[in-house]
């Protein structure tokens, strides 16, 4: 199954300013996700990110808040803009091949904390 | 990464049958999710149970965990044709690592 390197691991960001996490994939894959994972809770899927066009957001999430690109097959960024401290969370990518049924790959994760 | 385990690995029932579906794991938890993927879609949470809980009910679902066998199974009662999908459990053994399952695929026949 693919591999995937998210950086940062984590950071420490003012309130107001904008964080890019980035996923980069060792081989191609057909789809790639965005999830949040608040303080105690489970994950929540932000978007699914579409190769060459826009991403498509789930019920609560909007693309002003949370740009999305995905430029190739291998690669995508998430952007948390104008940040407030409701934002501290765990970030996530995962990968999977459409039709495989499994072999879902997460990365490491992003954990933001917003000051 | 170390990866749970589900068994099986795929489950093909009838509507109106019930579907049981293991994970066990190894390391110790703080909770243990389970998700749903439909095809091409991605994960979406079903229910989590934490690691001082022994059973979960939500709907036509029922979760259990045995800390002691390091192991959980979700049911889910009365299937019907819509519940086809793979279904993994999900591992929370610390704040910044997670942990899935390989996955069970239903497929649910009308």
């Known amino acids: 199954s693919a591999v995937i390197s998210q950086k940062p691991s984590r950071d420490i960001c003012q309130r107001g300013t904008s964080l890019t996490i980035q996923c980069q994939v060792d081989?191609?894959?057909?789809?790639m996700f965005w999830y949040r994972q608040q303080p105690g809770q489970s994950l929540t899927l932000i978007a699914t990110?579409?190769?060459?066009?826009?991403?498509?957001?789930e019920s609560g999430f909007v693309i002003d808040k949370f740009p999305i690109s995905r430029p190739n097959l291998t690669f995508s960024t998430l952007t948390v803009s104008n940040m407030s401290p409701e934002d501290s969370s765990i970030y996530l990518c995962?990968?999977?091949?459409?039709?495989?049924?499994?072999?879902?790959?997460f990365g490491s994760g992003t954990r933001l904390t917003v000051v | 990464s170390q990866q749970g385990e589900e068994d099986p690995q795929a489950l093909s029932i009838q509507e109106g049958e019930n579907a049981t579906m293991n994970c066990s794991y190894k390391?110790?938890?703080?909770?243990l999710q389970w998700y749903r993927q439909n095809s091409g879609r991605g994960l979406v949470h079903l229910i989590l149970?934490?690691?001082?809980?022994r059973e979960k009910h939500s709907g036509r679902l029922r979760v259990t965990l045995d800390t002691s066998k390091k192991s959980s199974s979700l049911l889910i009662t009365a299937s019907r044709a819509a519940d086809t999908a793979s279904y993994f459990c999900?591992?929370?053994?610390?704040?910044?690592?997670?942990?899935f399952g390989a996955g069970t695929r239903l497929a649910v026949h009308p």
């Open positions: 390391t110790s938890i703080n909770n």
């Open positions: 999900l591992f929370s053994g610390g704040y910044n690592k997670l942990i």
């Open positions: 995962s990968s999977t091949n459409a039709g495989t049924g499994y072999g879902y790959t």
């Open positions: 081989s191609q894959v057909t789809m």
């Open positions: 990110a579409n190769q060459g066009s826009e991403a498509t957001y």
């Open positions: 149970i934490r690691s001082n809980e």
